[in-house]
């Protein structure tokens, strides 16, 4: 039974049984809310994600979908699903990838991906609006031992992408995708410029010339 008798803080780690994290989930409160929970802390994120951040979530998938389609390169995408490593861990990232050899890796009809079943998401990418901080704080950490290949994060208010690689115990910022292969990205970078001036169509016809 939870013992977590009055309405968590948004956006604030908190300590909780994996059994109360759960039940949180189902909680008709939250039923808009992103979950993470962390060996024994629980974050609710109930932000409103609102157009910026709509706007860039939207354009950052497109374009990878883009630059894949281009390449040739095998890829599965995921919006805002859940996974788990049961009793340990689990994340909603903004957007996720399974990439190459993994691309087919969860088969259809899986509902939560199970992180002790199937390997982690090649590619993690959180747009962040308001939860910067905590993005490149204990997301990163939480991400780092999940064993994600790359972590980006998108950071609205200053337009920009702080792109990280995941290596053995720790991680390191990287201009260049290795996941997504000579990817620069600055060019995502300046999408999301362009993207502040004029639409999506005509910033994905500046990105398939960039692509090309």
Same mark, same amino acid.
């Given at each position: 039974?939870?013992? =977590?008798?009055? *309405?968590? +803080? !948004?956006?604030?780690? =908190?300590? $909780?049984?994996?059994?109360?994290? #759960?039940?949180?989930?189902?909680? !008709?409160?939250?039923?808009?809310?992103?979950?993470?929970?962390?060996?024994?802390?629980?974050?609710?994120?109930?932000? +409103?994600?609102?157009?910026?951040? $709509?706007?860039?979530?939207?354009? /950052?998938?497109?374009?990878?979908?883009?630059? $894949?389609?281009?390449?040739?390169?095998?890829?599965?995408?995921?919006?805002?699903? %859940?996974?788990?490593?049961?009793?340990?861990?689990?994340?909603? +990232? &903004?957007?996720?990838?399974? /990439?190459?050899?993994?691309?087919?890796?969860? +088969?259809?009809? %899986?509902? =939560? =991906?199970?992180?002790?079943?199937? !390997?982690?998401?090649? #590619?993690? /990418?959180?747009?962040?609006? %308001?939860?910067?901080?905590? &993005?490149?704080?204990?997301?990163?950490?939480?991400?780092? @031992?999940?064993?994600?290949?790359?972590?980006?994060?998108? &950071?609205? *208010?200053?337009?920009? /992408?702080?792109?990280?690689?995941?290596?053995?115990?720790?991680?390191?910022?990287? *201009?260049?995708?290795?996941?997504? !292969?000579? #990817? @620069?990205?600055?060019?995502?970078?300046?999408?999301?410029?362009?993207?502040?001036?004029?639409?999506?169509?005509?910033?994905?016809?500046?990105?398939?010339?960039?692509?090309?």
């Amino acid at each position: 039974m939870s013992t =977590i008798t009055t *309405k968590i +803080p !948004p956006d604030t780690w =908190i300590k $909780a049984t994996w059994d109360e994290y #759960l039940q949180e989930t189902e909680n !008709p409160d939250y039923t808009k809310a992103k979950f993470y929970y962390n060996n024994g802390r629980l974050r609710i994120e109930m932000s +409103p994600l609102g157009h910026d951040h $709509a706007c860039d979530h939207a354009l /950052i998938n497109h374009a990878i979908y883009l630059y $894949a389609a281009f390449k040739s390169i095998e890829l599965n995408g995921k919006n805002n699903c %859940t996974y788990h490593k049961t009793g340990w861990k689990s994340v909603q +990232p &903004d957007l996720s990838f399974y /990439i190459g050899q993994t691309a087919n890796a969860v +088969p259809y009809g %899986t509902s =939560i =991906i199970e992180l002790n079943t199937y !390997p982690p998401p090649t #590619l993690v /990418i959180e747009v962040a609006n %308001t939860s910067l901080g905590d &993005d490149l704080g204990e997301k990163r950490l939480l991400y780092e @031992e999940l064993d994600v290949t790359e972590y980006w994060i998108v &950071d609205v *208010k200053n337009v920009q /992408i702080i792109a990280f690689t995941v290596e053995k115990e720790g991680s390191r910022r990287i *201009k260049q995708s290795a996941v997504l !292969p000579d #990817l @620069e990205i600055a060019v995502l970078e300046e999408a999301l410029r362009r993207s502040r001036q004029t639409n999506h169509g005509r910033v994905s016809a500046w990105l398939l010339e960039e692509f090309v």
